[in-house]
């Protein structure tokens, strides 16, 4: 049991670092062929219930075929959404959902010192400590830390800090970011991303929270 529910999370490791890096940087010709056109996210490592998850698979399952017509569509997709140095429609960053907060720090602030109680220093030029591609980058690194524990006390304090990093930095504003992406998305591919996205968080706050990780 044990080890189906670590391949489970190692399953779900796999989707954060592939979404993640197609809301980092614009999408190229390698991550076409590896994903679309050699029919990678036909069969996604993890399945799931949750309609968001099975929304998301069935998006990316219908998408692109054709290698040149996808590179380009998913690149100008994703400058329209995530390019900041223009009007971004769908700005992958927390602190622009999370504005007027009362009487806390900044998110990038407080997400920068959730990441140095851990010693991790993302290097990423131009990308804001809060850019979600960070942020699921750090939820993927504690994932993996968690799954290196052997001690029971341990596991269940990292199980409630990734629930925490997840409640307070993810899913606090996913939603609203996720609305924006499918209202001006042209590709169902990253409208199936984004959704996958979501889903994959709100999942795995599931299995930390409800105990069902070992």
């Given at each position: 049991m044990e080890h189906n529910h670590n391949n489970i999370l190692k399953g779900y490791n796999l989707l954060l670092y592939?979404?993640?890096?197609?809301?980092?940087?614009?999408?190229?010709?390698?991550c076409v062929v590896d994903?679309?056109?050699?029919?990678?996210?036909?069969?996604?490592?993890v399945s799931s219930l949750n309609p968001r998850f099975l929304k998301a698979a069935s998006l990316l399952r219908d998408s692109f075929e054709d290698k040149?017509?996808?590179?380009?569509?998913?690149?100008?997709?994703?400058?329209n959404l995530f390019d900041e140095r223009v009007l971004a429609l769908a700005p992958a960053r927390a602190s622009i959902y999370l504005v007027g907060r009362n009487n806390v720090e900044p998110v990038d602030i407080e997400v920068t010192e959730f990441y140095n109680s851990?010693?991790?220093h993302p290097i990423k030029p131009g990308k804001p400590a809060d850019h979600l591609g960070i942020e699921l980058l750090f939820l993927a690194k504690l994932v993996e830390k968690y799954l290196?524990?052997?001690?029971?006390?341990?596991?269940?304090?990292?199980?409630?800090?990734?629930?925490?990093?997840?409640?307070?930095?993810?899913?606090s504003w996913i939603p609203s970011w996720d609305e924006r992406v499918q209202e001006h998305a042209h590709t169902q591919s990253f409208k199936g991303i984004s959704t996958l996205i979501y889903a994959c968080t709100e999942?795995?706050?599931?299995?930390?929270?409800?105990?069902?990780?070992?």
């Amino acid at each position: 049991m044990e080890h189906n529910h670590n391949n489970i999370l190692k399953g779900y490791n796999l989707l954060l670092y592939f979404a993640g890096s197609m809301i980092m940087s614009e999408p190229t010709n390698e991550c076409v062929v590896d994903f679309w056109t050699n029919g990678t996210l036909k069969k996604l490592p993890v399945s799931s219930l949750n309609p968001r998850f099975l929304k998301a698979a069935s998006l990316l399952r219908d998408s692109f075929e054709d290698k040149e017509k996808c590179r380009q569509m998913l690149a100008d997709d994703y400058f329209n959404l995530f390019d900041e140095r223009v009007l971004a429609l769908a700005p992958a960053r927390a602190s622009i959902y999370l504005v007027g907060r009362n009487n806390v720090e900044p998110v990038d602030i407080e997400v920068t010192e959730f990441y140095n109680s851990y010693g991790w220093h993302p290097i990423k030029p131009g990308k804001p400590a809060d850019h979600l591609g960070i942020e699921l980058l750090f939820l993927a690194k504690l994932v993996e830390k968690y799954l290196l524990l052997d001690d029971e006390p341990c596991c269940c304090e990292m199980k409630k800090e990734i629930c925490r990093f997840i409640k307070n930095y993810i899913l606090s504003w996913i939603p609203s970011w996720d609305e924006r992406v499918q209202e001006h998305a042209h590709t169902q591919s990253f409208k199936g991303i984004s959704t996958l996205i979501y889903a994959c968080t709100e999942d795995l706050y599931g299995i930390f929270s409800n105990g069902e990780a070992r």
